[in-house]
């Protein structure tokens, strides 16, 4: 196929809803830092985009085909590499060992293994050809898989960006055809251990504290009790009150302006949408992911081959997971974690890899009808 013609099947409607959540995330980066010593962001993020297209287009355009038969292990193996580097070599920031320096770029090396995990669970589900899943010859190899990188990036420690495996291990699961009485399963041990955490905080918070982190502990109680310690809350109680001051059609973003949002730019950036935009802001943006996704499951319709349905539903699953949990732990859902809003957050390396997990769509949907060369 010449370069033309793939250039012609492009999802031209899939890089449109792209272009609108990036602008409305630039200029949400431009409310959060103007007037502080971070103001000019919104110019970097721009740049982020620029640069960052064209890998999206370069993949785009590659048959992603070769990259689940032929180096999914591979690069699966650079991205366990790299996550085991990090906790020797890794910038500490903030008491998280998360990033590699690459001149004057961080990099987090998480990013870049959610992407590789799509990709070999994809090879590995694709061999069953939607047959029904084996518990121990299809099942557990794919937990496992998911589950290495998920307890690397825990221990560094990165909660949120962690339990992104989960939500990327249940979708590529469920899609992959397991049995109805598997999945419960896996979504059953979930729920017990939530079950169990939230019982022990209130029955023997002491029994608790040995197995949790206290930064972990923190957490769960400014979601269970925010009333016990307003200190511990302080994050969400302003966050919450900030998205209700919002209103309808937005308000003075008095809480933004004045500091009581810490990392407004980045991981807490949905409360200036909320905020200064109100609800109708809110729901545009949500929207525009809704489109998004759409376009997405449209070429999981259209796609007959199985290796790109699973490419397309781990792409879903982490940037559904990922916007799930930073808006709901903003209006008080869920417990705070570091995790960034896709498209919309400020950040090199997760601009970068959700852009080109866009950019491994693509090339789902160009390639839909091309002859198969590559297993």
Known sequence: MTLIRKFN?????TLFFLACL?????????????GTKLEGLHKSNLLLFAAFSVPLLLLAFFDYRFLVNKLSYLLYGIGIVSLVYVNFKGENLNGSTRWLSIGSFQFQPSELAKLFTILLVAHMLHKRA????????????????VLV?????LKQPDLGTALVFVGILLGMLW?????????????GIVGVLVGLIIYFYH????????????????????????????DKSWHVINAINAVGAGGLSGGSGYF??????PYVYSDSIYVIIGERYGFLGSAVLLLLYFLLIYRMVITIMECKRHAG???????????????????????????LTGISLPFISYGGSSLLINMVAIGLVLSVKIHINVEDHTE
């Open 203 to 230: 029955a023997d918070y002491d029994l608790l504290t040995r197995f949790v982190k206290p930064h972990q502990l923190a957490r769960i109680q400014t979601f269970l009790d925010p009333a016990s310690d307003p």
């Open 130 to 145: 939607g047959k029904k899943l084996r518990l121990i010859k299809d099942v557990l190899p794919v937990t496992v898989t």
């Open 256 to 261: 933004s302006e004045h500091g009581f949002i």
């Open 149 to 153: 990188p998920f307890f690397l990036i």
């Open 175 to 187: 899609m992959g055809n397991i049995r109805a009485m598997y999945m419960i399963l896996l979504v």
């Open 9 to 13: 099947k492009l999802d031209k409607l």
């Open 22 to 34: 990036i602008t409305i995330g630039t200029v949400a980066i431009y409310e959060a830092t103007y």
């Open 309 to 335: 349905c699973y490419v397309v539903v781990g792409v879903i699953s982490m940037l559904v997971f990922q916007i799930f949990v930073n808006i709901g732990m903003h209006i008080g859902l869920l417990p």
